[in-house]
């Protein structure tokens, strides 16, 4: 099929952009990668009038290391491959680095960039879950100015952020990781490169054998990624072993999520597997936390394979 009928436009710069996106608003979508929205413009389920082309905008794609104690500075218009093959993402946000491959197939990571996974907010989208778990800040820019929001705050269902018509993602900026913290990335699909049944994208800080933070982020399970506060708050503040560990992956697949079954999946299933990579997660992130005491432990010699 062909898309309906649109303007287009190939502004050079940001200021360009944006003036485009404040004279045509709810009329214009923004095309960056074009991995989803132009699927949706041949189907006609999305019919823009107006089309806003930002690859010829070279000041939305870059990596900024990050000095001791700041941010990596990523641009929405960073392909996805080339984060994946990046060095200070690796020595920076390896948590990032991990998810990178499982998002489809690498012609897609081609083309798709950062700040198009995550203004599309897919539900079952790696990306976004990743700033979730990270507490990265999304900036957002418009013809009247910046903004920022906390990732957890940016995500408002399926398919729905904080983005307004004349907003633009510009950027997003992923804090440090702070000492002792440990990372993980699971996820399961039925083929490699399918959308995920369940994944998870976990953060875990423990001194002496005591977590003194935990983020579990689920996707695939509703709406959008999905922070697991039961089974974090069990975790923190206590010391932590494989009983801890088993307890707070149950919590997160019947406190925190709400699956709903589909043609891959029943809502039983999802949650099964919900509590098994959540458990492992919290184990590999165990691991690799750097604290000797939770290294030497019991349930790091298990490995967590549930």
């Not at 070279?58 to 990050?66: K, V």
């Not at 408002?156 to 510009?170: I, W």
């Amino acid at each position: 099929m062909k898309p309906a009928p649109f303007e287009y436009f190939a502004p050079t710069t940001i200021d360009e952009a944006l003036a485009l996106l404040a004279e045509y608003g709810d009329d214009a979508k923004l095309l960056a990668g074009g991995q989803s929205l132009v699927p949706t413009m041949n189907f006609r389920l999305a019919r823009p009038a107006v089309l806003i082309d930002l690859n010829r905008v070279p000041d939305l794609g870059y990596i900024r290391a990050a000095d001791a104690g700041e941010p990596l500075e990523l641009g929405a218009m960073t392909r996805q491959t080339i984060l994946e093959r990046s060095t200070e993402v690796a020595n920076h946000q390896p948590l990032l680095t991990a998810a990178l491959p499982h998002i489809a197939h690498p012609q897609i990571r081609n083309r798709g960039t950062l700040g198009g996974s995550l203004a599309h907010a897919d539900p079952a989208a790696e990306l976004p879950a990743v700033a979730v778990a990270l507490r990265a800040r999304i900036v957002v820019r418009n013809i009247d100015g910046e903004r920022r929001h906390d990732a957890g705050d940016f995500f408002h269902g399926l398919f729905s952020t904080a983005l307004e018509p004349t907003d633009m993602l510009a950027a997003v900026e992923v804090p440090p990781l702070r000492e002792g913290t440990g990372w993980s990335f699971q996820e399961v699909a039925r083929r490699h490169g399918d959308y995920a049944l369940v994944g998870v994208a976990a953060t875990m800080r423990l001194a002496a054998g005591v977590c003194e933070e935990a983020r579990i982020v689920l996707f695939a399970v509703g709406g959008g990624p999905t922070l697991a506060r039961h089974a974090g708050g069990e975790l923190e503040g206590i010391a932590i072993d494989d009983a801890r560990i088993a307890g707070a992956a149950r919590s997160a697949a019947r406190e925190d999520i709400d699956p709903i079954g589909d043609i891959h999946a029943s809502a039983a299933y999802k949650r099964h597997l919900a509590e098994v990579l959540v458990r492992r997660a919290l184990h590999e992130a165990m691991a690799r936390s750097g604290d000797a005491r939770a290294a030497g432990g019991d349930a790091i010699s298990r490995g967590g394979r549930g």
